[in-house]
DNA sequence: TAAAGTATTTTTGTATCCACGTATTATCAA
DNA sequence: TTGATAATACGTGGATACAAAAATACTTTA
């Protein structure tokens, strides 16, 4: 079974990864604000461990994009503006849609059903409230991706789930239109079966261009 | 006039940036070769400095794809398999087709203009035999890029640009197919000048799905 | 009140040290 | 010779203490 993203739940641990990871997941969950600094002390105590590692946590997240370091001026949680969350969903939806069209001629049965199931747990979870509707959600885009078989492509698609998660979470707590998205996700199911490859992405690109505006409105404005 | 990309020629240079131009200037030129390790000690001797500022730059350069970083192994430099050279120009075909949908109503004749100076000085420096045609090829894909006006877009575009230049120097070097370049980029000039969006976009992700097999033949086996 | 100068705090980088994993070499038995 | 195993050298990952430079905060003075 090809994992879906949240990638490399591994349990290798140098101490960068772990700091790497729990400064993540903090940001994921909304943890940190935007605006807010990161203390390289702080947090590496907060671990246990010393600032280098912290230190260099903070290179790759920001890297990702989840971070903004400003010489001589540390670090701060970066925030995404109106602007840059639209272009996030532009570059999903190529991207995104590059994934279906690669995927869809590996697509059995068996994998229909399971991307229903996932579906379907993604829309209990809505109704139940939890938030890890969002998390679900990830998951079966995560799936399609997944079978596109193409690792940097999953990877960049994953990195740019990261970043929206915290106003997916902001989003789905303030509404409830989430429910709505059954139908938009059953689509690109549909899509999916129809065989036609270019019908698919173009449905995939929509889909996410047209969640883009939703999400808009519960946009901090940022630095 | 919109940078395009080699991007951030800035000197603000903290010694961390310092070390992680200097490393990925060496990587672009093809100064150290797939598998060889790159030792933080030597690195930080060579430009004058500490561990500490060439290992934060190792995770940036790994994060990049161009060095891959094993637990309790180092930092060897990143290799591309054939698969994986394929999948960069997938993904660039996708977003380099996004850059030009989005940058086409912003081009006006001065625009075109600058586009065809841009590819007249990459067939001079490719007669010339001067390998900074890659360069030249660069700064004509970076420019409609940053007609785009997304940064996001740009950065990432960029980045791939990056992974692939020791390649495409291999290429340039081996053989001088980079002549007919010129038509396949003229041909992406004049899908610009027709207007239509969609067209232009399909045309650039032709482009460079086309160079893609040329390039794949260059490709050292990797690890 | 505004400007200038001083002090403080942070950030960044250096230098050193150590434990541990990896790789290499040397040693020894078959 | 060959293969397995032990000894060793090396580099990595990390800790810690310290120094310099920048940015921020705080006075003091005009």
Chains 1, 2 share one sequence.
Request: proline share 6%.
């Amino acid at each position: 079974m090809p994992a879906a993203f949240p990638a490399e739940p591994q349990m290798s641990a140098t101490a960068e990864e772990e700091a790497y990871r729990h400064i993540q997941r903090a940001l994921r969950l909304g943890r940190y604000k935007p605006g807010d600094r990161l203390i390289p002390e702080e947090i590496a105590a907060e671990i246990g461990m010393s600032r280098m590692p912290v230190r260099e946590a903070f290179r790759r997240l920001a890297s990702d994009g989840l971070v903004v370091l400003r010489p001589n001026r540390g670090c701060v949680v970066a925030g995404l503006t109106v602007d840059e969350l639209y272009e996030i969903f532009e570059i999903r939806s190529v991207l995104e849609g590059l994934a279906v069209r690669l995927a869809m001629p590996r697509i059995d049965e068996e994998e229909f059903e399971e991307l229903e199931r996932l579906l379907e747990r993604m829309e209990r979870a809505g109704q139940s409230g939890s938030s890890d509707w969002v998390v679900r959600h990830q998951e079966f885009h995560g799936r399609i991706c997944a079978l596109s078989r193409r690792p940097k492509l999953i990877h960049q698609i994953s990195a740019l789930h990261v970043v929206i998660e915290p106003y997916m979470r902001i989003w789905f707590d303030d509404c409830d239109k989430p429910h709505s998205a059954r139908e938009e996700h059953a689509v690109v199911i549909a899509a999916l079966r129809s065989g036609d490859e270019l019908h698919a992405e173009k449905v995939m690109q929509d889909h996410i261009l047209s969640t883009a505006p939703m999400l808009a409105e519960f946009v901090s404005p940022s630095r």
